[in-house]
Antibody, heavy 128, light 107 residues
């Protein structure tokens, strides 16, 4: 069974750091790109960032709201994706989901993915 | 940034109704659009990708259409388990963006 399990959430003070993990099982992790999406309490979905598979360079993309503060990485040997969150703000309070991203198309040096599998999420609360 | 306008934000309907949700883009995205369903306290689930391709296991009463800037999700015969919030999402360019969501509630 394809599964993603997030962990590492909790209560943290503003300005501090936290690292989330997304442990994958049931598929060849290294073949897939991965993303993080968050949802603030009572709000909609917000894409946070993305990491390509090593075959596509392992490069990352980020939302403007987290660029320079958050870093996504991956350890294919352990089937884990990470979200390192630094300089946390109260507005980062949310449920954080990781997703498996399915490559659907490549054209003109661009690659296109959709998020086909989601984890159950882990809650991050930033408060003093 | 590609902005998305999803409407309506709230839709009241009865079991058996046909419902339609719209998603409009600020610029053309070809068919790089997905639809997700989210139930309270649960993670979103993929319904449709490439604007009109049904994800494996999703009931055929769900369908998607459109390309360019205008897209539609249709539920042909609403079932009790379909009362949820629906989101569109573009993956044409980064940053990926979501619509604001449409809550489908019981009338």
């Amino acid at each position: 069974e394809v599964q993603l399990v997030e962990s590492g959430g909790g209560l943290v003070q503003p300005g501090r750091s936290l690292r989330l993990s997304c442990t994958a099982s049931g598929f060849t992790f290294g073949d897939y790109a991965m993303s993080w999406v968050r949802q603030a309490p009572g709000k909609g979905l917000e894409w946070v960032g993305f990491i390509r598979s090593k075959a596509y360079g392992g490069t990352t993309e980020y939302a403007a709201s987290v660029k320079g503060r958050f870093t996504i990485s991956r350890d294919d040997s352990k089937s884990i994706a990470y979200l390192q969150m630094n300089s946390l703000k109260t507005e980062d309070t949310a449920v954080y989901y990781c997703t498996r991203d399915q490559l659907v198309d490549t054209a003109m040096n661009f690659d296109y993915y959709y998020m086909d599998v989601w984890g159950k999420g882990t809650t991050v609360t930033v408060s003093s | 940034v590609i902005w998305m306008t999803q409407s309506p934000s709230l839709l009241s309907a009865s079991t058996g109704d046909r419902v339609t949700i719209s998603c409009r883009m600020s610029q053309g995205i070809s068919s790089y659009l997905a639809w997700y369903q989210q139930k309270p306290g649960k993670a979103p689930e993929l319904l449709i990708y490439a604007a009109s391709t049904l994800q494996s296991g999703v009931p055929s009463r769900f369908s998607g259409s459109g390309s360019g800037t205008d897209f539609t999700l249709t539920i042909s015969c609403l079932q009790s388990e379909d009362f949820a919030t629906y989101y569109c999402q573009q993956y044409y360019s980064f940053p990926w963006t979501f619509g604001q969501g449409t809550k489908v509630e019981i009338k």
